[in-house]
T-cell receptor
Framework: EAQVTQNPRYLITVTGKKLTVTCSQNMNHEYMSWYRQDPGLGLRQIYYSMNVEVTDKGDVPEGYKVSRKEKRNFPLILESPSPNQTSLYFCASSLFGGQYNSPLHFGNGTRLTVT | GENVEQHPSTLSVQEGDSAVIKCTYS??????FPWYKQELGKRPQLIID?????GEKKDQRIAVTLNKTAKHFSLHITETQPEDSAVYFC?????????????FGSGTRLSIRP
């Protein structure tokens, strides 16, 4: 089944403790992206990747890191989480980005709480 | 910077009536405008999209219209049903080949009254 898989679904952690949220897609998509969803603010793009080894900042990249060493994986890293990073996070992928924009396929989301 | 404004933030309509959600974008280079539906506790899923070379697109009870001059696009749902209750997000995406920022609106919570 074609899907975007992110783990974990729920995560509670403490300030400053490094964490990684994994994201994997099995559709051979070139484009992958991370979003955070907060009430009243919609979905805000954190980082995106047009292809392997190519990543770029979205609108709210501060406090996050990503890597794209393989086409299928796009982990989100919080080196030193803070309470303002408490949010619902979605990973998404699409066949192409850039001038050949195509629909996003979202993962099931990760609800992160930082105390 | 680029921005997408979405209105209204909440919308309640009688079952069977129509619902309209409107979005305005700021980046004149935007060329792709998808709409996503997010049911409670679920992931956003694409329901319809439109590209800048098309003015209108329909899929059964759902239609999207695009006015490039005014930089706004709208989602129209006719004959609403209870399963249409959800949060709807519009988005605008740039045509630049070297970058691909996707800007989402803040969402519209649609409730269908029985």
């Amino acid at each position: 089944e074609a899907q975007v898989t992110q783990n974990p679904r729920y995560l509670i952690t403490v300030t400053g403790k490094k964490l990684t949220v994994t994201c994997s897609q099995n559709m051979n998509h070139e484009y992958m992206s991370w979003y955070r969803q907060d009430p009243g603010l919609g979905l805000r793009q954190i980082y995106y990747s047009m292809n392997v080894e190519v990543t770029d900042k979205g609108d709210v990249p501060e406090g996050y890191k990503v890597s794209r060493k393989e086409k299928r994986n796009f982990p989100l890293i919080l080196e030193s989480p803070s309470p303002n990073q408490t949010s619902l996070y979605f990973c998404a992928s699409s066949l192409f980005g850039g001038q050949y924009n195509s629909p996003l396929h979202f993962g099931n989301g990760t609800r992160l709480t930082v105390t | 910077g680029e921005n997408v404004e979405q209105h209204p933030s909440t919308l309640s309509v009688q079952e069977g009536d129509s619902a309209v959600i409107k979005c305005t974008y700021s980046d004149s280079a935007s060329n792709y405008f998808p709409w996503y539906k997010q049911e409670l506790g679920k992931r956003p899923q694409l329901i319809i999209d439109i590209r800048s070379n098309v003015g209108e697109k329909k899929d059964q009870r759902i239609a999207v219209t695009l006015n490039k001059t005014a930089k706004h696009f709208s989602l129209h749902i006719t004959e609403t049903q209870p399963e249409d209750s959800a949060v709807y997000f519009c988005a605008a995406s740039s045509r630049y080949s070297s970058a691909s920022k996707i800007i989402f609106g803040s969402g519209t919570r649609l409730s269908i009254r029985p």
